[in-house]
């Protein structure tokens, strides 16, 4: 097969992983289409009214899917994303190991999004490809098996915990449809980081380096950006460190506008809030340790970190004070300032945009 990776043992392989959920066959999984569609519609309204914020796009629509439609939409997704950097890796390829090599990445990733299906709820596919089918873009997905796993596990009120979630993906996707430069700006930089990327062995050498002297000092040498943040240039971890901070502010903000979208609609919000996040770091074993590996740990961090910069913002100038990190990308907080907001706010106080 053509490419640095093979696409489809990656998707065979992956949906291997992904096992079968019991409650992909339970007869309540006949209501999440329709709960969906009326909550991802109100979630819609709800986001606005809170946020400011309402998609330049059209309408939020919800897609519900079983683990392994989750996983082609991102074998998908991950073609068109790394497409411009994988040629690179063609012409290293044509060896006689070329084939092999391409067979272990597709297991490789198939593994990572195997175990990824098993543990995701909502997601908002924001890559929008003009040659692709609009029908399959710009969708908000629902994993309906692990939602009703997780309804059942801890008792949840389906309904309830249906619009919670709705709240939260549809912020997202209010965020990079509603904000006009935001999508572009985003994937601008993953681009700058995947241009970058070095396929040189040394630097891998060089990240194992890495570990053993972080390990030596008695710190997680994943814990900032798992593996990526690990081999990265420093051009790159210049640009992660700017992915990290945006992330973190929108991260944040989801979490926030989830909890007050849906404050008079969602009783049972604080107890949803309380067993995700449990759940996010009750992981322990190889599962900690994949989730080191492939910097969702650092993305779990992202939550809390956004949240606290967020409440350092709002109470020193309120939401209008928050609302200055949407009007331009310079104006968006790094790393260093979410982790600090004092300092977001110092710098924003003095800047005017064109």
Known sequence: MAGAVD???????????????????????????????EFTAAAEDLVAEATGLRSLAGPARGRVTDRAGWIRANVASFQRLLRP?????????STPLGSVTRRAAGAELGMVLGWMSTRVLGQYDLLVIEEESPQDQDLVYYVGPNVLSLEKLFAFPPREFRLWLALHEV???????????????????????????????ARFIAALDRIT???????????????????????????????????????????????????????????????????????QGLTRLLQQLIGLEAKLNQYEQGERFIEVVESNGGAALLERAWEAPELLPTIAEIRNPEHWIQRVSFAAVG
């Open 213 to 283: 002297e972080a390990l030596r000092h008695g710190t997680n040498p994943l814990a900032e950006g798992g593996l990526m943040g690990l081999v990265a240039s420093p051009e790159q971890r210049e640009v992660l460190d700017r992915v990290s901070g945006l992330m973190s502010l929108l991260e944040g903000h989801g979490d926030v506008t989830m909890s007050r979208a849906g404050a008079d609609l969602i009783p049972s919000a604080a107890r949803f809030e309380r067993v995700l996040r449990q759940r996010r770091k009750s992981a």
């Open 171 to 201: 912020t997202h996707r209010a965020q990079f449809t509603g904000i006009p430069w935001m999508r572009g700006h985003f994937l601008g930089l993953v681009e700058q980081t995947l241009e970058a990327v070095d396929p040189d062995p």
């Open 7 to 37: 696409w489809a043992i990656a998707e065979r392989v992956a949906i291997r992983v992904a096992g079968r959920e019991p409650f992909a066959e339970s007869y309540h999984y006949d209501s999440l289409e329709p709960d969906f569609a």
């Open 85 to 93: 950097v994988l040629t690179r890796f063609e012409e290293r390829m």
